[in-house]
């Protein structure tokens, strides 16, 4: 048994205090009759008044008998009379009226001043506010609880998650098995830091998760926590942006006194952008607070080795706009990009959010996954319960196909407003486009080769990716070298062109590097037939600080620039024909690395060959 709390309550002790003075000042005051000052002066004068007391701001006395004679209606007098004599009091307002004294004596009153009895007066004035601010105070008090409250500004708000409370393990981490593999190092770290200390092995103090948002980057950093069994302190970079300044850097200083106090331990900061945007030339009466917030974080990141067992673990969707400060050595210097799911994946994420769902049998997840093009892990636990709430409606025992399909056509109305799912048709266009890519790079004998292919949309701008990698690390680049790639950058669009006999936008950016690789073959490195061994560079720009271009000073007359045009578009045109014979004499089998894209998704490597040697 819990013993029950003794409180104090202030709004029992106020309603008391209240009642008595009211009882005083009712039950126990004697009758007064209250009078104008002008009838007291004139009641001075016939000489009805016998004794008085001066306050500060009332006079009180007491009348003769026969005083109010002429001053009341005759049968208040009446009732006066009998109820308690002659002799009453009364009382009046006092007036600024210096002649008064003089009055008195001259009427041969008896007066008298009184020192004024000032413990009333005293608690209204000052105990009384006082105890109605405590009373408040304790209000919030108990209202924030006991960290919280006017004592705890600058304390962090940072929870401590227990691997007990929060009980998120890699298991319920599905479909980024990629991240998920880059960080279970750093279990293994902080479950025996030790054994990773006694080898010396270097272990990152940070790690910047980088994923659009809802693919599940707080939940790996809570199952890395709950893996290793250690305590997880968490913050949102967002929330310091509002705040006074110096309390967020107060903050994150005890969030990291506490998480070393309690290592092995992480530390997860949310939406880390928010507070480490790069800090440019700072606006007039720019963001102080944030900036201050951040130069604590660096600090702190610089302060503590990690032979502690902290480790931080952050967040963002927008990686490019962090201040570099961030991303240098021993700060956040590894970093896992958390990609959208492809297809497999979000059939392994549906079935973890419908481990306690009840579903009808015969019900496919595999065929929900692949109607769900561009869905996160929140946006599928999201149609999960949203299907699940469906078939609760409609009293069903079981959620079946039905409550899948109208969830997801809800979901997509509601994603397609942000431009985050494609349609059917872009599908294609993307998987022939990625799949053009791809074959013209694999027939290059100097393009890189390709590591991966996926029509999942990423980012604002892409819609698909073909990923090549460099077979060694290149710091020349020959002419052929440099024409193979152009053909690997005009594949896509070729590609469109044969199969659609019409283009798309799709194609946008690679036009602009196929472009500006052309231009610099010319004007940087001479490798033009025509224009000769003289380059034609625009004004250099500073390397390292982000000096505003100066503006275009060419150093060229207006014919050469006409013949650099030519000479691009020659480049390009002769790219275009090179690609479109290549694409045409494989048109089969562009053909099916465009539908295998289309059914999966994302083609790795290795079917990519297969599927090669097959059509060959
Ligand atoms: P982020 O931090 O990247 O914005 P969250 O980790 O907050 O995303 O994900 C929100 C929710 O979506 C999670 O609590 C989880 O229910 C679900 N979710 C996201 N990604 C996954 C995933 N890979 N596997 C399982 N559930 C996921
Ligand atoms: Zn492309």
Redesign the pocket.
């Given at each position: 048994m819990e013993p029950k709390q003794q409180k104090f309550s202030v709004g029992y002790f106020i309603a008391a205090l209240v009642v008595l003075l009211l009882l005083q000042s009712f039950l126990f005051a004697p009758h007064r009759e209250n009078l104008s000052y002008s009838e007291f002066k004139m009641l001075v004068k016939k000489g009805k008044v016998t004794d008085l007391v001066l306050d500060k701001q009332v006079i009180t006395g007491t009348l003769a008998p026969g005083a109010l004679e002429g001053l009341l209606p005759k049968e208040k007098l009446e009732a006066l009379k009998r109820a308690g004599g002659g002799a009453h009091a009364f009382i009046t307002a006092r007036v600024d009226d210096p002649g008064l004294v003089a009055e008195l004596e001259a009427a041969k009153v008896k007066f008298a001043g009184r020192v004024e009895n000032t413990w009333l007066s005293t608690l209204l004035a000052w105990v009384l506010p006082a105890l109605v601010f405590f009373g408040l105070w304790a209000l919030l008090v108990r209202r924030m609880g006991p960290q919280g409250g006017l004592m705890a500004i600058g304390k962090s708000k940072a929870k401590v998650y227990v691997e007990r409370s929060t009980g998120v393990t890699f298991e319920?981490?599905?479909?980024?098995d990629e991240a998920r593999g880059e960080l279970e190092e750093i279990v293994d770290f902080l479950r025996q830091p030790d054994r990773y200390r006694r080898l010396g092995g270097k272990i990152p103090k940070g790690v910047l998760l980088a994923?659009a948002?809802?693919?599940?980057?707080?939940?790996?950093a809570k199952a890395v926590a709950g893996e290793a069994g250690v305590p997880f302190f968490s913050l949102s970079g967002s929330d310091f942006v509002e705040m006074f300044v110096g309390v967020g850097a107060a903050r994150v200083r005890d969030l990291f006194a506490q998480a070393q106090q309690k290592a092995p331990s992480i530390v997860f900061i949310?939406e880390l952008d928010a507070l480490g945007k790069a800090r440019g030339v700072n606006v007039v009466g720019g963001h102080d607070e944030r900036e201050q917030t951040l130069n604590q974080l660096l600090a702190e990141m610089d302060g503590f080795d990690t032979e502690k067992g902290v480790i931080i673990l952050a967040?963002t969707n927008r990686p490019e706009i962090l201040d570099p400060a961030l991303l240098r050595p021993g700060r956040f210097d590894r970093q896992v990009v958390?990609d959208r799911?492809d297809l497999r994946g979000r059939e392994k994420?549906l079935r973890?959010?419908t481990r306690q769902v009840t579903l009808a049998p015969g019900l496919d997840l595999a065929q929900i996954a692949a109607r769900t093009p561009g869905f996160?892990?929140?946006d599928l636990?999201n149609l999960v319960n949203e299907a699940a709430l469906r078939a609760a409606r409609d009293g069903k025992a079981a959620v079946d196909a039905a409550d899948f399909d109208a969830a997801i056509d809800r979901i997509v109305a509601g994603l397609e407003r942000k431009s985050r799912v494609i349609n059917p048709k872009e599908k294609e266009i993307v998987a022939y486009h990625e799949a053009g890519h791809a074959l013209v790079a694999e027939s290059r004998p100097r393009a890189d080769r390709v590591a991966k292919i996926s029509i999942i949309p990423r980012g604002v701008a892409a819609l698909g990716y073909t990923q090549q990698q460099p077979t060694e690390d290149r710091y020349l680049m020959t002419r052929a070298e440099l024409l193979d790639r152009l053909d690997v950058l005009l594949g896509g669009r070729v590609a469109e062109e044969l199969v659609f006999g019409d283009v798309s936008t799709g194609a946008q950016d690679d036009l602009q590097r196929a472009t500006d690789i052309a231009r610099h073959m010319i004007t940087r490195y001479s490798m033009s037939e025509t224009l000769g061994l003289a380059t034609f560079e625009e004004p250099r720009q500073a390397l390292f600080l982000k000096v505003p271009a100066s503006p275009h000073v060419r150093e060229y007359s207006e014919r050469t620039a006409e013949a650099i045009d030519g000479e691009i578009q020659s480049l390009l045109g002769a790219a275009h024909r090179r690609v479109r014979d290549t694409l045409t004499a494989k048109r089969a089998t562009l053909e099916r690395l465009a539908k295998l894209l289309i059914e999966r998704e994302v083609v790795d490597r290795a079917t990519l060959v297969g599927l090669l040697r097959e059509s060959a």
């Open positions: 319920d981490v599905a479909g980024i994923g948002p809802g693919t599940g980057k707080t939940l790996l949310d967040a958390i799911p994420i973890v959010h996160v892990g929140a636990a």
